[in-house]
């Protein structure tokens, strides 16, 4: 994995390289905001990192980076996540906002989380067997049924499609859909999994989420179960 770090020299800069490098990320270090727009634009990158200052030029290399329909993943490094600034520079494509100082440990899962994500929407509505999953609506349906799902619900079952009989970890799925700051020890994708079957499978029809034993989940859509 590469990933490409923009911003001026600066302590959080060095702690985050360290951080990375110690995970056998491949790091390319940056300062100046228009020497790391060439490299995002030209060579290919599984991650950019924007240290942010007081300037514009984080929301510039956004826009920019967006503009030429650039997907790879941006994070905005900041003292303030909650600042007006930070929110226009996620308005402007960057996908996440880490503040610091940071632990790193919880830095790294935000980043694998992040890496797993698809980096563009193929389609705005995901199927699996008869069941619909409609992004931009946030409709499901499952024999033209509406189903009520939860927000997590929701996340969880579009995390499930969006890896379609593939088997998804517990650990993947957890950092995926919940936050780091979750129990891991806690059964609460279990509840979610089971509330989920629950609402999206008939006790006679085809079963779409299947339990990998001592691996995951995932949805397979020929599986089935009498």
């Known amino acids: ?24 990320y491949v790091i390319d270090v940056i300062h100046e905001y228009k020497q790391g727009l060439y490299l995002a634009e030209n060579f290919t990158y599984n ?20 503009d030429d329909n650039s997907h790879t993943p941006v994070i905005i490094l900041t003292k303030d996540c909650q600042s007006l600034e930070t929110a226009r520079v996620l308005d402007y494509g960057a996908d996440d906002c880490i503040q610091y100082p940071f632990n790193c440990n919880e830095f790294l899962a935000r980043i694998r989380a ?10 705005e509505i995901l199927t699996a067997s008869d069941l619909t999953l409609d992004m931009k609506r946030c409709i499901v349906q499952r024999k033209r049924k509406e189903i009520y799902l939860t927000r997590k619900e ?6 499930l499609m969006r890896n ?3 088997v998804q970890s517990r650990d993947d ?18 509840s979610h999994i089971h509330s989920l ?28 179960q009498r």
Not at 5 to 23: D, F, P
Not at 202 to 222: A, F, H
Request: hydrophobic fraction near 35%; charge should be positive.
């Open 1 to 24: 994995m590469r990933i490409l770090i923009v911003g001026k020299h600066t302590e959080s800069i060095e702690i985050t390289r360290s951080c990375l490098c110690a995970e056998n």
């Open 47 to 66: 991650l950019i990192i924007l240290s942010y200052t007081t300037t514009k030029q984080p929301i510039n290399f956004c826009s920019q980076l967006r």
């Open 114 to 123: 992040l890496l797993r994500r698809p980096y563009k929407i193929e389609s």
């Open 154 to 159: 929701f996340l969880l079952l579009e995390y």
């Open 164 to 166: 379609k009989s593939e």
């Open 173 to 190: 799925i957890m950092e995926s859909v919940w936050d780091t700051k979750i129990n891991p020890f806690s059964n609460t994708l279990e």
């Open 197 to 224: 079957r629950k609402k999206i499978e008939s006790k006679n029809g085809t079963k779409l989420i299947i339990t990998v034993p001592g691996r995951g989940y995932k949805i397979q859509e020929s599986f089935n």
